[in-house]
């Protein structure tokens, strides 16, 4: 596997030849967790996207005059306010409910009852919700549960980002759901951790599991707002929304990259996850060279309960160009991680210590109409059995198929 990264590594120092543009994957798996909602929300609003922007103005009075300059910013904030708003909420409770909870209650043999998706306040009153039953469940996966929706929409966020940094762009209806998505932890976690919340039960469930109480709600919220603050997509897509598209009346922005040289950037990310272990540290650096995309990831566990230390390493690499119609992702994960006992088919097991994934993506498009590309996908790998935010505890075969979209802005 060391091996493995090393080659990775080094096909990052060879020039590859790419389009520069994000694909959008409709995708289909069995058993479908995190991954595949998020990809397959994200390219459904790339799509409502390329249709707002041929139905809908963003100046519909002519701007030569400062109060039709006015009325447009009046236009465009009650746009966000009607249209853009309750869509960047319903799309990121679909994927916390169902293809958060949802996903990790089938995975542990439970039971979905009802998944409940609403209109934001205030426009309706009740909040979304999942309602389901278990089915013998260990206390690491009652723990997993617990953090599963914030966990999916973290997924979410991610394929957001990278195809933010693939287009060296902030779409401000992107950037609208990057917001929800990307600060659905942190913003549970500063403002909605009331007891009985799924915040309180992940930090109740840990504590009673190792018999400490070491974890404290502060410690979860100081990282959340760590976590907030030093995110330059954050601040980017605040600006975006605001400056760039409701005052200036731009539909997008520069993503944030800080040039290393003239065809190396980068973007740092630190974020934070809720393990079965007990919170985990992340350091995120993605590189964009040319028209490449690759990140490398370093996690550790944060000292919380004593002896307990986990670590991971993953490096992935997106829009690596061979031909003009095929190209591939890669994605490489190594981990040292403490017990997890969880049940597979009823059956009892518990899985420590080194462990590893690998996937790999290829794309072939079919159909190019000069710049809108269709094409088919297959992402094929495997992992050992251990926790990797959006993907199985079991070890398994990873495998996904679908339809991959370029579509010209």
Do not use: C
């Not at 249709?51 to 910013?73: H, Y």
């Not at 994927?95 to 934001?120: D, W």
């Amino acid at each position: 596997m060391i091996r493995t990264i090393l080659i990775l590594v080094a096909l990052i120092g060879f020039s590859v030849n790419s389009l520069g543009q994000a694909r959008y994957n409709f995708l289909y798996e069995a058993g479908p967790g995190s991954q595949f909602g998020a990809e397959n929300i994200t390219s459904i609003h790339y799509l409502w996207k390329s249709l707002d922007d041929r139905l809908v103005p963003t100046n519909p009075f002519d701007s030569s005059f400062t109060k039709n300059k006015n009325g447009n910013r009046l236009f465009r904030f009650g746009k966000l306010f009607l249209i853009d708003y309750p869509i960047t909420f319903i799309l990121p409770s679909i994927q916390h409910e169902r293809f958060g909870y949802g996903s990790r209650v089938k995975e542990f043999g439970g039971e979905i009852g009802q998944v409940r998706i609403t209109l934001p306040p205030p426009f309706q009153v009740e909040l979304p919700s999942i309602s389901f039953s278990e089915n013998n469940f260990t206390a690491q996966q009652r723990i997993v549960t617990d953090a599963a929706g914030s966990e999916a929409n973290t997924i979410l966020a991610n394929v957001l980002r990278r195809n933010m940094l693939l287009e060296e762009q902030l779409d401000y209806r992107s950037s609208f759901l990057y917001l929800y998505a990307n600060n659905d932890l942190s913003g549970y976690t500063l403002f909605a951790a009331s007891e009985g919340s799924d915040i309180s039960s992940y930090v109740n469930n840990i504590n009673a599991f190792y018999g400490l109480e070491a974890l404290k709600l502060s410690k979860i919220q100081t990282y959340s707002l760590f976590s907030i603050i030093t995110d330059p997509i954050n601040a980017a897509a605040f600006y975006g929304i605001f400056k760039g598209y409701i005052w200036d009346g731009r539909r997008a922005v520069k993503a944030p990259l800080i040039n290393l040289t003239e065809n190396l950037k980068l973007l740092p990310k630190f974020k934070f996850n809720l393990a079965p272990y007990g919170p985990e540290l992340t350091f995120k650096n993605y590189f964009k060279r040319r028209n490449g995309l690759y990140s490398i990831e370093l996690t550790h566990s944060d000292g919380t309960f004593p002896g307990i230390t986990a670590w991971r390493i993953g490096l992935e690499g997106w829009n690596l160009m061979t031909t003009n119609t095929w190209s591939f992702n890669f994605f490489v994960q190594v981990w040292n991680q403490p017990s997890i006992e969880y049940r597979d088919d009823g059956n009892l097991k518990n899985k420590e210590g080194n462990g590893a994934g690998i996937a790999f993506s290829a794309f072939k498009d079919v159909i190019t109409m000069k710049e809108n590309k269709l094409g088919l996908m297959l992402r094929v790998g495997y992992k050992s059995a251990g926790f990797v935010p959006g993907e199985k505890l079991e070890s398994g075969m990873i495998l996904q198929a679908g339809v991959s979209l370029q579509v010209s802005q």
